[in-house]
């Protein structure tokens, strides 16, 4: 028993000896520990610090029975501290060496995101419209330079609207602008290349709601100062703009004939093409007669006509012919007053037909092959911003973009089957009828000048 603890006690010393000569012919070797890593150093740091300890143990046992060892041990300890202070020293260098290259990185990190800086406010100096021709602009943002300050300027009057401290109130309308113009935000973060897909998503939004906003959507988009002339004063008539495929829950709401997702937008246009009222709250599922029914703008025709005031709009076969109302005649004979009415009709009806199409080609994201990847809700406000920036287009005349007008989407016209209030009806067909004979008689009267 007292020779297997001689042998543990002879075991460890010898293996002290060997791990401090073992690091020592490391660390003198001028190659190995020079290009050693701090992991190696630190493992045979550990490695003489776990000999020693070992030894440490059987250390006072072995000098008690051996009194030759403590002369073999006091030169081991003088070498245990060498080894180990260069060891140490080595890792401080190490150490040294890493913070000077952080410092020299960071600096270097400091430097990328000044240049950074200095190239985004460069690229934000070229997006400034005053840097951009006047034909450049418009084909790039549908507006005018004069129609853009004065969006601008109407903007920040009446709505919440604001420049931040980064971002002018410009340049969040001209984000809203290319988005509208070309409908996709890659185009928009292509071009003001220094903003976010995020941030310009946020731009659109407020913008979008600042257009929205009623003393906005009341200067641009007022029906009611169009009345006081007699006849017709305008054309109405329901188109449908794609959305993207709503909640589950209200799903069919918006699921159109034409088997996809829609919003069955009503407008009223002018001669001039001009929207003088829009309903964009409907979902695809509801029939042109249905919003039309449902409509503030049918309540306040029938006030008018109540109050004696001769005038109305014109619609197609989609809806029920009103005193306030004209729609055109079902299968007129020919030569008769109606087929003549029925022309003229449809000549004056083609301006709701081109406004739908104008607005859609000058901002392409309501356009037929654009998909608005919005809630319904969002998706109507877009287009009554879109509605709003058509009639300042107009105001600043503004050329329709290059190309042929987007065809408008040609739906079913069929005769209401519903119950119609026959007092209405008649008086409604009356009416139509003596229009008929006043058009009738005067394309009579052109054809005798003529002969």
């Known amino acids: 028993m007292a020779e297997s603890k001689e ?21 003198n070797d001028p190659i190995s520990f020079a290009s050693a890593t701090v992991d190696i150093l630190e493992a045979r740091k550990d490695k003489l610090i776990s000999a020693l300890k070992s030894y440490e143990t059987v250390q006072l046992d072995i000098l008690s029975i051996d009194e030759s060892v403590c002369e073999q041990v006091g030169p081991l300890e003088e070498l245990y501290y060498s080894v180990l202070a ?23 990190e400091a430097d ?38 004065f969006l601008c300027d109407t903007l920040r009057e009446n709505t919440n609207l604001r420049s931040s401290q980064r971002i002018s109130l410009e340049t969040k309308v001209l984000s809203a602008l290319l988005f509208y113009a070309n409908g996709d935000y890659q185009r928009v973060v292509g071009i003001a290349n220094s903003l ?20 906005v959507v009341k200067k641009f ?74 409509s503030q703008l049918n309540t ?91 009639n300042i287009a107009l105001d600043f005349g503004v050329p329709d973009p290059q190309g042929p007008i987007i065809a408008t989407q040609e739906f079913q016209r069929n005769e209401i089957n519903q119950q119609e209030e026959a007092s209405l009806l008649t008086l409604g067909r009356l009416i139509r009828d003596r229009v008929a004979s006043r058009v009738h008689a005067g394309a009579i009267r052109q054809l005798d000048l003529q002969e």
């Open 7 to 27: 042998m543990l006690r002879k075991h460890r010393l010898l293996h002290y000896v060997a791990t401090i000569t073992r690091i020592e012919t490391f660390v």
């Open 86 to 108: 260069k060891i140490n020293a080595s890792l401080k260098q190490i150490a040294r060496r890493y913070l000077a290259w952080r410092l020299v990185v960071e600096a270097d």
């Open 112 to 149: 990328r995101r000044d240049r950074e800086r200095q190239e985004l406010v460069q690229r934000r100096r070229l997006n400034v419209p005053s840097r951009i021709s006047a034909t450049h602009f418009v084909q790039r943002y549908r507006l005018t330079k004069e129609g853009f300050v």
């Open 196 to 215: 976010s897909q995020e941030a310009i998503s946020r731009y659109i939004h407020q913008v979008t709601m600042a257009l929205n906003h009623p003393i």
């Open 221 to 294: 988009i007022n029906f009611y100062n169009k009345y006081g002339i007699p006849g017709v004063i305008g054309c109405v008539d329901g188109c449908h703009f794609k959305i993207f495929k709503p909640n589950k829950e209200e799903e069919h709401l918006y699921y159109c004939r034409k088997h996809y997702h829609s919003l069955n937008v009503q407008m009223v246009a002018d001669e001039k093409c001009r929207i003088l009222a829009i309903n964009p709250k409907f979902g695809g599922a509801s029939h042109d007669a249905f919003v039309w029914e449902n």
């Open 300 to 390: 306040y025709m029938q006030t008018l006509h109540q109050s004696g005031e001769s005038v109305w709009l014109l619609g197609d076969s989609g809806y029920a012919q009103r005193p306030w109302l004209m729609t055109p005649y079902s299968n007129p004979a020919p030569g008769t007053a109606a087929e003549s009415y029925n022309k003229v009709h449809s000549r004056a009806r083609v301006t709701i037909e081109n406004t739908f199409g104008r607005l859609k080609n000058r901002w392409r994201c309501v356009c037929k092959d654009r998909v608005l990847h919005y809630k319904p809700e969002k998706c109507a406000q877009i287009i009554l911003a879109c509605s709003v920036l058509h």
